[in-house]
């Protein structure tokens, strides 16, 4: 079955930017999508179609995507921007959805 | 507003099945594009995808999964529900639904969650 990577864990300090990548074969191709996941609560969506971002996410969240790497950058990072953060997109076929192992983000 | 809220056991045994209905309000499911899905979480661990069923009522699944599970729609209720069979231990795990969106590139995402349920399998 089709899988996305991504890192266990990511430290920022307060104000500084954070990156947390994901790889997948299929990338290229596809549209990825981005969650964060507060302990305890749904996930939230931050980033669609790669780049995007719905409407009440703050501008300091943003998405790249180059070749089969995708990038959360979160600039300027936040106490309340803790929490877990999962891509999420599809294989070639568009029939098996997945998503990554999740990004534990820590500010500090 | 668009919300969700799922319902169903919070305990089922193993083999059994377990049935789980998404109430939704907010938008409706007979608009061209909407669909309703189904993400779970085991305690601890990562996400994965389901099941979605579109306005249409065209439904797909998780191929490894997808013996298993049938979801159905009733647009005059407002609910989606989510059946999966044969139950076992490694299904426990928190059961969302979410709302995709009625946009035309037949993406299978989310951009509104219930708050979830959790369904602990055990005898």
């Known amino acids: 079955s089709y899988e996305l990577t991504q890192p266990p864990s990511v430290s920022v300090s307060p104000g500084h930017a954070a990156r947390i990548t994901c790889s997948g074969v299929a990338l290229p191709t596809t549209y990825v999508y981005w969650y964060h996941q507060r302990s305890g609560q749904a996930p939230v969506l931050v980033i669609y179609?790669?780049?995007k971002r719905p409407s009440g996410i703050p501008e300091r969240l943003s998405g790249s995507k180059s070749g089969t790497l995708a990038t959360l950058i979160i600039s300027g990072a936040q106490v309340e921007d803790e929490g877990d953060y999962y891509c999420y997109s599809t294989d070639s076929s568009v029939k098996d959805w997945v998503f990554g192992g999740g990004t534990k983000l820590t500010v500090l | 507003q668009i919300t969700l809220k799922e319902s169903g056991p919070t305990l089922v045994k193993p083999t059994q099945t377990l049935t789980l209905t998404c109430t939704f309000s907010?938008?409706?499911?007979?608009?061209?594009?909407?669909?309703v899905g189904w993400i779970r979480q085991p305690p601890g661990k990562a996400l994965e995808w389901l099941a979605l069923i579109f306005w249409d009522g065209d439904a797909r699944y998780r191929p490894s999964l997808k013996s298993r599970l049938t979801i159905t729609r009733d647009t005059s209720k407002n609910q989606v529900v989510l059946s999966m069979t044969n139950m076992n231990l490694v299904d426990t795990a928190t059961y969302y639904c979410?709302?995709?969106?009625?946009?035309?590139?037949?993406?299978?995402?989310?951009?509104?969650w219930g708050q979830g349920t959790l369904v602990t399998v055990s005898s």
């Open positions: 179609e790669d780049t």
């Open positions: 907010g938008f409706s499911l007979n608009v061209s594009g909407v669909g």
């Open positions: 979410a709302h995709r969106p009625d946009d035309d590139s037949g993406y299978f995402y989310f951009d509104h």
